[in-house]
């Protein structure tokens, strides 16, 4: 069973505008509005390779999906498919790439052209919508001895700068930024504070401290993207009778905590050991991140019993192996 696949690899087929097509022939015209003004909204959605090796299971599909028609909203994308179809297009694409590997899946809605009639500016209106799903087989990726990562010297943007509740591209050139800055001093990602200095997230994952046996992690108020993986982690730190505050959380106290770790569908439950130049904890992953990790493994990899309906499991027809 293969299920890590460290640099990310194009499936086959992809979804366009209602279609499926070889992934090499997609294309978008050089013209296209969010090529330009930075004007599409994404997801990040994983599917898991089952026991077997011959059934993936997605994780909170639904959630993603009702999260990325709330970011199409916001740059008033109107797309012709509801939750429902996105996800029955996705699960079709799994089984027509019929990979039996980890898979990333990467919804894409976007501006795309000015119709006829519209004066040129930086339009929402007044411009066509366009929709695509492709998926990429990818392992995990976070290094097993834990992040090393920086304070960013980037801010986050205020809500009222640029909302980054919505999965908005053009606002991951802040991410990007970021990351570029804390890869040139050799760390592995960066956590950034808000306009407010108070501690806001990771370039794509949300933050938390340990604190004992309480779990901190800055609220939706502190200019973050509300992480579907964050939430996830409030259930299972319930389930391990770990409390989990939401406030606000000043630089000081993220660098004193027991342990550090982020969440993300991409990098999953991951312990951060050095921060901002100083050992988090014993500079070592600490036990509480590594059970939260664990308990997250086992419900992905269908070894929990999934009572909130959180896994889409997909039978992949795939050849007998040889005996
Ligand atoms: C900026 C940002 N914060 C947090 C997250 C974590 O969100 P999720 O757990 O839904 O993947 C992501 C990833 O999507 C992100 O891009």
């Keep these: 069973m293969t299920t890590a696949t460290t640099t990310p690899r194009p499936a086959t087929w992809s979804w366009h505008e209602g279609d499926f097509l070889p992934t090499a022939e997609a294309r978008v015209p050089l013209t296209t509005q969010a090529l330009q003004y930075g004007t599409g909204v994404f997801e990040g959605i994983r599917a898991y390779v089952q026991p077997g090796g011959r059934e993936l299971a997605v994780f909170r599909l639904h959630d993603h999906y009702r999260r990325f028609l709330r970011s199409c909203r916001l740059l008033r ?12 297009a996705t699960v079709e694409l799994l089984r027509r790439n019929a990979a039996a590997a980890d898979t990333y ?21 007044g411009v066509s919508d366009a929709v695509s799903i492709s998926t990429f087989l990818m392992g995990h990726y976070a290094p097993p001895g834990g992040l090393r990562c920086a304070l960013s010297s980037w801010r986050r943007p205020a809500d009222g700068v640029l909302p980054v509740r919505a999965k908005v591209t053009g606002g991951y050139v802040n991410s990007a930024l970021a990351l570029d800055e804390a890869l040139a001093a050799g760390l592995d990602d960066a956590i950034l504070c808000n306009d407010r200095g108070q501690i806001a997230e990771a370039t794509t994952a949300n933050v938390f401290a340990v604190l004992g046996d309480r779990l901190v992690t800055p609220p939706a108020t502190a200019d973050i993207l509300e992480g579907i993986t964050r939430d996830t982690v409030r259930v299972l730190a319930a389930d391990l009778g770990l409390a989990v505050e939401t406030r606000d959380v000043p630089r000081s106290e993220l660098l004193l905590a027991d342990e550090v770790f982020l969440t993300g569908t991409g990098l999953g439950i991951a312990p951060v050991v050095e921060l901002a130049g100083r050992p988090v904890g014993d500079a070592r992953p600490g036990p509480v991140t590594g059970a939260l990790a664990d308990r997250y493994t086992a419900l ?3 070894a929990l019993d999934d009572e909130h309906g959180w896994l889409t499991r997909i039978p992949l027809d795939l050849p007998e192996e040889n005996p």
Excluded: F, H, Q
């Design 300 to 302: 992905l990899r269908g």
């Design 105 to 125: 899946i990467r919804p894409l809605g976007y501006k795309l052209a000015m119709l006829p009639g519209t004066r040129p500016g930086v339009n929402l209106t």
């Design 77 to 88: 994308i109107e797309l012709p498919y509801g939750s429902d179809e996105l996800a029955e």
